[in-house]
Protein backbone atom coordinates (compact mmCIF):
# COMPACT_ATOMS: atom_id res chain seq x y z
CA UNK A 1 0.00 0.00 0.00
CA UNK A 2 2.52 2.16 0.97
CA UNK A 3 4.72 1.27 -2.52
CA UNK A 4 1.49 2.50 -4.42
CA UNK A 5 0.60 5.60 -2.61
CA UNK A 6 4.86 6.25 -3.08
CA UNK A 7 5.20 5.60 -6.52
CA UNK A 8 1.63 8.17 -7.36
CA UNK A 9 3.40 10.46 -5.49
CA UNK A 10 6.63 10.10 -7.36
CA UNK A 11 4.99 10.17 -10.69
CA UNK A 12 2.81 13.29 -9.54
CA UNK A 13 6.57 15.24 -8.87
CA UNK A 14 7.93 13.95 -12.16
CA UNK A 15 4.82 14.78 -14.15
CA UNK A 16 4.56 18.41 -12.89
CA UNK A 17 8.91 18.81 -13.05
CA UNK A 18 8.62 17.82 -16.92
CA UNK A 19 5.31 20.04 -17.35
CA UNK A 20 6.91 23.20 -15.18
CA UNK A 21 10.24 22.76 -17.02
CA UNK A 22 8.76 22.42 -20.60
CA UNK A 23 6.45 25.59 -19.87
CA UNK A 24 9.22 27.33 -18.65
CA UNK A 25 11.58 27.26 -21.60
CA UNK A 26 11.32 27.80 -24.97
CA UNK A 27 11.76 24.11 -26.07
CA UNK A 28 8.96 21.93 -25.40
CA UNK A 29 9.57 18.74 -23.01
CA UNK A 30 10.07 15.64 -24.69
CA UNK A 31 7.08 13.52 -24.95
CA UNK A 32 9.47 10.71 -23.66
CA UNK A 33 9.69 12.21 -20.61
CA UNK A 34 5.92 12.40 -19.56
CA UNK A 35 5.21 8.69 -20.87
CA UNK A 36 7.76 8.06 -18.38
CA UNK A 37 6.51 9.65 -15.50
CA UNK A 38 3.21 7.17 -14.48
CA UNK A 39 5.13 3.95 -13.60
CA UNK A 40 2.83 2.24 -11.15
CA UNK A 41 2.78 -1.46 -10.51
CA UNK A 42 -0.58 -3.04 -9.04
CA UNK A 43 0.67 -4.73 -5.08
CA UNK A 44 -1.37 -7.37 -3.65
CA UNK A 45 -3.32 -7.00 -0.96
CA UNK A 46 -2.35 -9.05 1.97
CA UNK A 47 -5.24 -11.18 4.25
CA UNK A 48 -4.72 -9.10 7.06
CA UNK A 49 -5.14 -5.43 5.15
CA UNK A 50 -8.85 -7.42 3.15
CA UNK A 51 -9.94 -8.23 6.55
CA UNK A 52 -9.31 -4.49 7.83
CA UNK A 53 -10.93 -3.23 4.84
CA UNK A 54 -14.08 -5.56 5.22
CA UNK A 55 -14.53 -4.71 9.11
CA UNK A 56 -13.94 -0.69 8.33
CA UNK A 57 -16.39 -1.73 5.50
CA UNK A 58 -18.97 -3.19 7.68
CA UNK A 59 -18.66 -0.65 10.70
CA UNK A 60 -19.70 2.20 7.72
CA UNK A 61 -22.66 -0.31 7.12
CA UNK A 62 -23.40 -0.73 10.52
CA UNK A 63 -23.26 3.34 11.70
CA UNK A 64 -25.37 3.87 8.37
CA UNK A 65 -27.95 1.74 9.52
CA UNK A 66 -28.01 2.92 13.03
CA UNK A 67 -28.40 7.00 11.92
CA UNK A 68 -31.12 6.08 9.67
CA UNK A 69 -32.77 3.93 12.39
CA UNK A 70 -32.64 7.16 14.82
CA UNK A 71 -33.74 9.50 11.79
CA UNK A 72 -36.96 7.06 11.06
CA UNK A 73 -37.88 7.52 14.94
CA UNK A 74 -37.37 11.03 15.31
CA UNK A 75 -39.42 11.45 12.04
CA UNK A 76 -41.89 9.45 13.90
CA UNK A 77 -41.86 11.40 16.82
CA UNK A 78 -42.09 14.45 15.12
CA UNK A 79 -45.49 13.51 13.11
CA UNK A 80 -47.24 12.46 16.56
CA UNK A 81 -46.97 15.93 18.21
Do not use: C
Not at 8 to 26: K, M, Q, R, Y
Not at 44 to 69: D, F, L, N
Not at 71 to 81: I, K, N, P, Q, V
Amino acid sequence: MKKMTLGLAAAAVLGTLTFGIGAASAAPASPAGIQAAPMVETVQMTRGERRMMRHHRMHRHMMHRRHMMRHRMMHRHMHRM
